[in-house]
């Protein structure tokens, strides 16, 4: 296996080291930093996740901040879904696309005033995205990215390691919905939010330099609870139907062909980017859909490099965006972005490197 070169572009997170020392052997660059994948034992890692609870370093999710007197218009025009109820304190999960309605961005949006907020992002460059929309729009914000770092806590247990810390205020807390905090005299805003559906919060470091310090306390407060290091790059993200944009979505994938069309309010005003040609998609209709696939074998497979094609009656009609191994289904599963000619139950053909393998559509979540 080859290491990745350091370089100046390539930036640490706040718990690098904290990572480090818990043996972390493999990553990936994301928003132009190290996301931790595994340290070493993927099957605990997925069952820690599952059973109890995972610490997982996940700063990669940088924060856009949006402050001044048209922070909260920028934060609509961004975004294809109504915000005018967000209360202070509250998030919403927002489908971001351009002027074509394609997404390129799938963050968390919270509002911490009411001319303050996040967007805690997804791997793509918002900052430049946002910056460019304020500048032609002529408004009055300031665009910047805080000193903010998200640290996750997943699992079943996850709320009462997070309680344990924190205080039982945090079992109150509704999903997306954050309070700011201090922990030991560091600031942070705690969110119960995270890359899966076992349950789980968002501790946002409001100090860079406590990033050790903060990844500690949780590591010994967690340890009648079995916790771990782990990432959020587990099967259960597919199990559980999450999307990956950027990873499951192209440059032309709009919200309506990955089941995000429930965060499209098409009432939004006329100047929201993208929503008259998302208007125009939903009353035409998605012309692709994306579905669970399971393949044939026994043995794990996962994807390489590149999206793989699928077959249908001898048609390439979509293509395999994910796959990996499902301990809890004894199976490969992946995801298909396919024609809408092809439906659930259907018998496809998926070619893979190795040659082609048999595979069936099916309904997402798989679990």
Request: proline share 6%; with cysteine; glycine share 10%.
């Amino acid at each position: 296996m080859f290491s990745i070169f350091p370089t100046a572009r390539l930036r640490p997170s706040p718990f690098y080291d904290a990572t480090v020392a818990e043996g972390m052997n493999s990553a990936m660059v994301y928003n132009g930093m190290i996301l931790p994948a595994s340290y070493g034992d993927r099957e605990a890692e997925y069952w820690r996740l599952i059973n109890g609870v995972s610490q997982w370093d996940v700063a990669v999710e940088r924060q856009v901040q949006l402050k001044g007197p048209d922070a909260a218009e920028l934060a609509q025009i961004l975004s294809p879904r109504d915000l005018t109820k967000c209360k202070v304190g509250q998030g919403k999960y927002v489908a971001m696309c351009n002027h074509d309605g394609a997404i390129v961005n799938d963050p968390i949006l919270l509002k911490l005033d009411e001319d303050l907020f996040w967007f805690s992002i997804a791997d793509s460059d918002v900052w430049l995205w946002a910056s460019a929309i304020a500048a032609e729009r002529k408004l009055d914000v300031e665009i910047t990215e805080p000193d903010v770092s998200p640290m996750a806590l997943q699992g079943p247990m996850a709320e009462d390691v997070v309680a344990h810390v924190c205080g039982d205020w945090v079992r109150d807390l509704k999903y997306f919905w954050f309070r700011e905090s201090h922990i030991d005299g560091i600031p942070v805003a705690v969110q119960r939010s995270g890359w899966s559906k076992q349950g789980g919060f968002e501790i946002y470091l409001r100090d860079g330099t406590k990033g050790t310090q903060l990844w500690n306390i949780f590591k010994e407060a967690g340890q009648p609870w079995g916790i771990g290091p782990g990432a959020p790059t587990s099967a259960e993200r597919t199990e559980s139907g999450l999307v990956s944009v950027g990873g499951d979505t192209s440059d032309n994938t709009n919200p309506y062909e990955v089941r995000l069309g429930r965060y499209v309010d098409l009432h939004v005003p006329d100047h929201v980017v993208g929503i008259q040609a998302l208007r125009k998609i939903a009353e035409e209709g998605p012309k692709r859909h994306q579905l669970g696939v399971i393949l044939e074998g026994d043995v794990p497979a996962p994807l390489g490099l590149n999206w793989e094609p699928i077959i249908l009656n001898g048609e390439h009609l979509g293509d395999m965006t994910n796959c990996v191994w499902s301990p809890r289904m004894n199976a490969n599963i992946g995801y298909a972005l396919i024609s809408v000619k092809a439906q659930i139950g259907d018998d496809v053909t998926i070619q893979r490197p190795a040659g082609e393998v048999s595979a069936k559509l099916v309904d997402l979540p798989f679990i």
